[in-house]
């Protein structure tokens, strides 16, 4: 068995979906979704020269040689692991299909059927579409979507309590909101807060408990915008709220924030978005500097490297909870992981805002997440295709369509 052809979509939706289609010679196709990066299909046309003529079933020793590739640029870590994240998962398609079992199966199987998610709800209004840079942009569904909402129908905090009622009405019993929208001048990171941005934020996380009540999860995220000091102040405010995880809280760079946060506070704190392979992880799982660890599994290094953190992060008592901003594609992807591991917590839902999210995914029943749960497959692979009908709608200008 060989891999013939590695080609690439990507539909413009709040981020770029960006999908990655392999070919093997028995006449089977794999589809894997890959986290946005700048240059990400480029660095995908390079490295498909590592895997082509080869066995798509050595899925680890080929991500191994991946990484080899990328590391004689330099990359140990870093964007070109977005790329190599969604080969692997389409090689994980590949291979399952071509074996007759669901990827859960190539991870060891399932601890759950079901698989929790969480809504992220962002702040005020979710709607949002940004470039691979984080830069705004309007394609036409945007627009189309903007017009539909209430303009400023309600201020903060009784915009968040409202979006935070909405999702629990469509089913979600776990919730995320950013802490940090609205806190002014955010150009540059560790600017020091005031009280008075504290008990704004501290207002919006009473508003949104009240509306759901204390049976519905809630975590915050602070995007590592803010110095330790006024996180310590932050977690001590949220203290009463009964906070899942504050996710984030400090910059990225120094794991001995997060401990001393840890230290200082009740509440439990979340990180790892921005992490790749299992040596990312390994001193905040050695030195418990956190509580949940959320691998995006759209980046992190592929679904058997999340297993391998997850295996590892069990050891320290720790829960895994993945980030997740993909398309339908990639949540179910992410779910296959998330069923097939002990330490689970509650996988991320970024998509309420798209209204054509449900829609690019075929072969399941939509929508794909139900009262907050999405029911794992058992068909072979990762149980679903792309519906390339709806998602070419959306497809990205100046990028090929699963073309050389
Ligand atoms: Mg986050």
């Not at 590391?71 to 994240?85: E, F, L, M, Q, W």
């Not at 998962?89 to 859960?104: E, N, Q």
Request: with cysteine.
């Amino acid at each position: 068995m060989k891999i013939t052809r590695v080609t690439t979509a990507v539909v413009e939706a709040n981020y770029d979906w960006t999908y990655v289609r392999i070919e093997a010679d028995n006449g089977v196709t794999g589809i894997g979704e890959c986290f946005f990066a700048p240059g990400l299909t480029a660095m995908i046309r390079d490295l498909r020269n590592v895997i082509i003529g080869k066995d798509p079933r050595h899925v680890d020793r080929l991500v191994r040689q991946l990484q080899r590739a990328a590391s004689g640029a330099g990359s140990v870590s870093g964007i070109v692991y977005n790329a190599i994240t969604g080969i692997e998962a389409a090689l994980l398609d590949l291979v399952g299909k071509s074996l007759g079992v669901p990827i859960w199966q190539l991870l060891g199987g399932k601890f759950r059927d079901e698989v929790r998610i969480y809504a992220d709800c962002h702040a005020g209004t979710g709607l949002e579409s940004v470039g691979p840079t984080m830069e705004p942009r309007h394609p036409a569904w945007y627009r189309e979507a903007q017009t539909k909402l209430t303009p400023d129908a309600l201020e903060e905090p009784q915009a968040s309590a409202q979006r935070a009622r909405q999702a629990v009405a469509a089913g979600f019993d776990a919730l995320k909101f950013d802490l940090d929208v609205d806190t002014p001048s955010q150009e540059g990171q560790l600017r020091a807060l005031t009280s008075d941005e504290i008990r704004e934020m501290e207002s919006r996380v009473a508003a949104v408990r009240e509306a759901i009540g204390s049976g519905v999860d809630l975590a915050l995220d602070c995007h590592w915008r803010y110095p330790l000091a006024d996180v310590i102040r932050i977690a001590h405010a949220l203290e009463p709220y009964g906070i899942l995880w504050l996710e984030d809280a400090v910059p990225p760079f120094n794991s001995q924030s997060f401990r001393t946060l840890r230290e200082s506070s009740r509440v439990p704190l979340c990180t790892g978005e921005n992490l790749f392979t299992r040596h990312g992880f390994r001193d905040l799982i050695e030195t418990q500097a956190v509580h949940f660890l959320s691998p995006d599994l759209q980046k992190v290094g592929g679904l058997l490297e999340g297993r391998r953190i997850a295996d590892h992060a069990e050891m320290y008592d720790l829960l895994i909870a993945p980030h997740c901003i993909a398309s339908s594609l990639g949540l179910l992807a992410s779910c296959h992981l998330c069923c097939a591991i002990p330490n689970f917590a509650v996988l991320e839902f970024h998509g309420q805002d798209v209204p054509f999210w449900d829609d690019v995914l075929s072969g399941q029943p939509l929508p794909l997440i139900r009262n907050g749960r999405v029911t794992v497959p058992d068909a072979p692979g990762l149980g679903a295709e792309l519906n390339e009908a709806v998602a070419r709608q959306y497809a990205k200008p100046g990028e090929g369509w699963f073309s050389e």
